[in-house]
Nanobody
């Protein structure tokens, strides 16, 4: 049974930092592209960042470029999202996702989703 579990969310002041983690079990981690999505209240879910199976290629939404960094540790089956210079508009539920095909992940149609971790940035 595949499980995708996020952690690391919380409440932080604007300008602060958080590091999200996502562990995946029940699958061969390095066979999957991984990504982070977020959904704010009343808004559609949006792609934040994604990373290829090897970690050699990454994608960032324009809204987070230069502030967020995605990485993965295939030996530990863990995905990370380092979030710096956080803004109130980054407040959302953050979801980890996995799919063997990076293209499907980037289209927001991954095979597996986590349950989400809440990030709240106060002004």
């Amino acid at each position: 049974q595949v499980q995708v579990v996020e952690s690391g969310g919380g409440l932080v002041q604007a300008g602060g930092s958080l590091k999200l983690s996502c562990t995946a079990s029940g699958l061969t981690f390095d066979d999957y592209a991984m990504g982070w999505f977020r959904q704010a209240p009343g808004k559609e879910r949006e792609g934040v960042s994604s990373i290829s199976r090897s970690g050699g290629s990454t994608y960032y939404a324009d809204s987070v470029k230069g502030r967020f960094t995605i990485s993965r540790d295939n030996a530990e089956n863990t995905l990370y999202l380092q979030m710096n210079s956080l803004k109130p508009e980054d407040t959302a539920m953050y979801y980890c996702a996995a799919d063997p095909l990076w293209a499907l992940l980037q289209r927001g149609r991954p095979k597996y989703w986590g349950q989400g971790t809440q990030v709240t940035v106060s002004s």
